[in-house]
């Protein structure tokens, strides 16, 4: 048995791993903002597996690529990285002090949030860039937007590129139509939860490369 540290809607806590891990990253979606739970949770207790959320309300997907690259190389290698990639207009700023503030089109707008069409292509090359990371290690992975990218990343060199077979569709305006989501931003409750949780499993169940005995304890 492994003991690690898991770090999820600004609590810390160990959590015993004994047939996985699950390494999980994106903003306050996964965070599970408002929420006595999170979807990593959820997974983790389905697979009985140990698990990390490197999440927090208001990251852009430049936050969540860097934490993760972080991540990868300073520990121990997860059997999965499930990333959700958050508002391509979101971006990290830092002042002279190393001051960190999370630009939003909500927060912070002043400080200028990342238009269009620089979100978008900014956010598929984290994209590109962590596939070819996690393919090169062996890790099993799943991508899912919950905001959608522009219409103009699907002119670019790089969109034929991404592995969109390994994205789950979780959209955040049917979340919210079919009453999953807490808020009129999108932030899902325990129903939502429990369907993100279900869609991932599935997922992790038809997709699994690395380690594929752990399809038989989800």
């Keep these: 048995m492994i003991l690690y540290i898991s770090e999820g809607s600004g609590k810390k806590e160990i959590k015993q791993f004994y047939n ?9 979606i996964a965070s599970g903002y408002g929420m006595d739970t ?19 309300p208001g990251a852009g997907n430049d ?13 121990p290698k997860p059997d999965w990285a499930i990333i959700q990639w958050s508002s391509p207009n979101r971006r990290l700023h830092t002042d002279i002090s190393g001051k960190e503030w999370y630009v939003t089109i909500q927060d912070h707008k002043n400080l200028y949030p990342k238009f ?32 959608p990218l522009d219409v103009s990343a699907t002119k670019t060199r790089t969109w034929d590129k991404i592995e969109w077979g390994k994205f789950v569709n979780i959209d955040r305006a049917w979340i919210i139509h079919n009453g999953m989501a807490w808020d009129e931003f999108g932030h899902p409750n325990l129903k939502g939860i429990e369907w993100i949780t279900h869609t991932l499993t599935e997922k992790m169940r038809k997709d699994t490369i690395y380690n594929p005995q752990y399809k038989t304890i989800i």
Excluded: D
């Design 38 to 56: 999170t979807y990593t949770i959820e997974l983790a207790k389905g697979f009985g597996s140990g698990w990390v959320n490197v999440s927090r």
């Design 63 to 75: 936050w969540i690529f860097h934490q993760t690259i972080e991540y990868l190389n300073g520990n």
């Design 20 to 28: 996985m891990f699950i390494y999980s990253a994106g903003c306050s």
């Design 116 to 147: 269009e069409p620089m979100g978008s292509l900014h956010t598929l090359h984290y994209m590109y860039t962590l596939q070819e990371l996690l393919n090169s290690r062996g890790i099993n992975w799943i991508f899912w937007n919950y905001f």
